[in-house]
């Protein structure tokens, strides 16, 4: 589609899949335009940029730059970094220590499809095992912290330099980081560390905070996106309110796939969300089988609207809230959970682990939601023949079997089914787990 074109289409369910992260934005910096150089921005990466034996700025030391600076370090003539804040800097927090695949553990793969079952599980795993080191003060946070400072230490070494590298806050409250690489390249001879943020653009390059001028080639602005989530189209629900607006100053939603006041609106990835609480895509499927709960019910009954209550997602908020006093989440890091502030807005995410939510969301909760129906609401019954009589090959007594096979009546039983409680070998709790076999 053509920029500035409009087409018109009808539905009766509108499903917002635009993701979380969808807007870049260059750093509110003064003077941006006034660089004479080349100017780009990690999300928007000109192909054509050349940075070989180029004087290079990076501005930014989150997950991005953490890639970047490795990445350019052996072509660039120099980098001057700026790091503005600390930050936890993991050696790998996979189930192995590999960068990559092999051609032939890829065949492997394609050919065995159960050993990459196996691969992905384990991976999984270990990124579901770790969960309890965003609660502020636990036991895997007191470890992790003592284990990756002195991993830190061993590769710094130098006492002022750690005191500035070294977060005081928890591990978690900015996006876990694997960045070996990065902690290796910033002691390079080509490297220079300038701790402070960036005051303004000039002709020639930048002024740091430090009332430095510091020149460059490029530019790389490695500083993220817009967090804010209001959407960068008009969304229009009851009364003319504009999502837009709603979330102007706040965003909100019920369980990360609604929002009240906006009928037959679900999203994906909407405000809190599990996007930092161990496996994202995991969550991502949780929502599409709760949205798609949803769609069913719709098609196969008269229904009109489904609006979650007001009253349902504001006591969903306030849970939230309460959960976020004691997670690392909430401590004071910059992070984009927070609307890159210290403590501008109460993070954005899921209260729990993607575990947990996917534990939550897997029966839907209609008493959260205001259902209206077109007529009468039992109208869906009919003629009084069932769907079995209809099927030429069904099994007419299908009811009747040797032994009782449904699933348990109780919540508990039913999640001791499909997490196959009892199949594995039984793990220390609430620490890193890295299995050395797994039934798959």
């Given at each position: 589609?053509?920029?500035?074109?409009?087409?018109?289409?009808?539905?009766?369910?509108?499903?917002?899949?635009?993701?979380?992260?969808?807007?870049?934005?260059?750093?509110?910096?003064?003077?941006?335009?006034?660089?004479?150089?080349?100017?780009?921005?990690?999300?928007?990466?000109?192909?054509?940029?050349?940075?070989?034996?180029?004087?290079?700025?990076?501005?930014?030391?989150?997950?991005?730059?953490?890639?970047?600076?490795?990445?350019?370090?052996p072509t660039v003539k120099s980098a001057t970094t700026f790091i503005r804040s600390p930050q936890w800097i993991l050696p790998t927090i996979s189930s192995d220590q590999q960068q990559g695949y092999t051609q032939s553990q890829i065949d492997g793969y394609r050919d065995n499809p159960q050993s990459l079952?196996?691969?992905?599980?384990?991976?999984?795993?270990?990124?579901?095992?770790?969960?309890?080191?965003?609660?502020?003060?636990?036991?895997?946070?007191?470890?992790?912290?003592?284990?990756?400072?002195?991993?830190?230490?061993?590769?710094?070494?130098?006492?002022?330099?750690?005191?500035?590298?070294?977060?005081?806050?928890?591990?978690?409250?900015?996006?876990?980081?694997?960045?070996?690489?990065?902690?290796?390249?910033?002691?390079?001879?080509?490297?220079?560390?300038?701790?402070?943020?960036?005051?303004?653009?000039?002709?020639?390059?930048?002024?740091?905070?430090?009332?430095?001028?510091?020149?460059?080639?490029?530019?790389?602005?490695?500083?993220?996106?817009?967090?804010?989530?209001?959407?960068?189209?008009?969304?229009?629900?009851?009364?003319?309110?504009?999502?837009?607006?709603?979330?102007?100053?706040?965003?909100?939603?019920?369980?990360?796939?609604?929002?009240?006041?906006?009928?037959?609106?679900?999203?994906?990835?909407?405000?809190?969300?599990?996007?930092?609480?161990?496996?994202?895509?995991?969550?991502?499927?949780?929502?599409?089988?709760?949205?798609?709960?949803?769609?069913?019910?719709?098609?196969?009954?008269?229904?009109?609207?489904?609006?979650?209550?007001?009253?349902?997602?504001?006591?969903?908020?306030?849970?939230?809230?309460?959960?976020?006093?004691?997670?690392?989440?909430?401590?004071?890091?910059?992070?984009?959970?927070?609307?890159?502030?210290?403590?501008?807005?109460?993070?954005?995410?899921?209260?729990?682990?993607?575990?947990?939510?996917?534990?939550?969301?897997?029966?839907?909760?209609?008493?959260?939601?205001?259902?209206?129906?077109?007529?009468?609401?039992?109208?869906?019954?009919?003629?009084?023949?069932?769907?079995?009589?209809?099927?030429?090959?069904?099994?007419?007594?299908?009811?009747?079997?040797?032994?009782?096979?449904?699933?348990?009546?109780?919540?508990?039983?039913?999640?001791?089914?499909?997490?196959?409680?009892?199949?594995?070998?039984?793990?220390?709790?609430?620490?890193?787990?890295?299995?050395?076999?797994?039934?798959?």
């Open positions: 589609m053509d920029a500035g074109s409009m087409i018109r289409e009808q539905a009766d369910i509108l499903i917002k899949a635009t993701g979380y992260l969808n807007d870049w934005t260059w750093p509110d910096i003064p003077g941006v335009d006034s660089f004479q150089g080349e100017l780009v921005h990690s999300a928007h990466w000109n192909p054509k940029t050349v940075l070989k034996d180029k004087n290079v700025i990076l501005i930014g030391n989150g997950s991005s730059a953490l890639q970047i600076l490795p990445a350019i370090q079952l196996h691969q992905r599980k384990m991976n999984e795993v270990v990124m579901n095992s770790i969960f309890s080191v965003y609660i502020s003060n636990s036991k895997l946070q007191a470890i992790s912290q003592n284990d990756l400072t002195m991993y830190m230490k061993s590769v710094i070494r130098n006492g002022e330099i750690e005191e500035k590298l070294i977060p005081k806050w928890g591990i978690g409250c900015r996006r876990l980081s694997p960045g070996q690489p990065y902690l290796e390249a910033l002691f390079k001879e080509n490297v220079h560390r300038v701790y402070s943020g960036v005051e303004a653009f000039t002709p020639e390059g930048c002024r740091g905070s430090d009332g430095k001028d510091y020149a460059a080639d490029v530019i790389i602005c490695a500083t993220g996106y817009d967090t804010s989530f209001v959407p960068r189209f008009s969304i229009i629900g009851e009364n003319e309110r504009n999502l837009q607006d709603v979330w102007s100053k706040k965003p909100s939603s019920y369980l990360g796939i609604a929002a009240s006041g906006f009928p037959n609106m679900f999203m994906f990835l909407g405000p809190y969300s599990p996007v930092a609480n161990g496996p994202t895509l995991a969550g991502v499927e949780t929502q599409a089988d709760h949205i798609l709960a949803f769609i069913d019910r719709y098609q196969t009954e008269n229904i009109h609207s489904m609006a979650v209550k007001p009253e349902a997602e504001a006591d969903f908020e306030a849970q939230v809230a309460t959960f976020m006093k004691g997670a690392v989440y909430s401590e004071g890091c910059r992070s984009g959970h927070k609307n890159h502030t210290t403590d501008g807005r109460v993070p954005t995410l899921w209260p729990g682990s993607t575990l947990h939510y996917k534990e939550a969301l897997r029966e839907v909760r209609f008493d959260d939601w205001e259902i209206t129906y077109e007529g009468n609401r039992f109208a869906w019954l009919g003629n009084g023949v069932s769907q079995a009589e209809f099927d030429p090959t069904s099994d007419l007594a299908w009811y009747v079997r040797a032994r009782d096979d449904g699933p348990p009546a109780s919540r508990r039983g039913r999640r001791e089914l499909y997490t196959r409680t009892g199949s594995q070998v039984a793990r220390e709790l609430h620490r890193v787990h890295r299995p050395s076999t797994y039934n798959i």
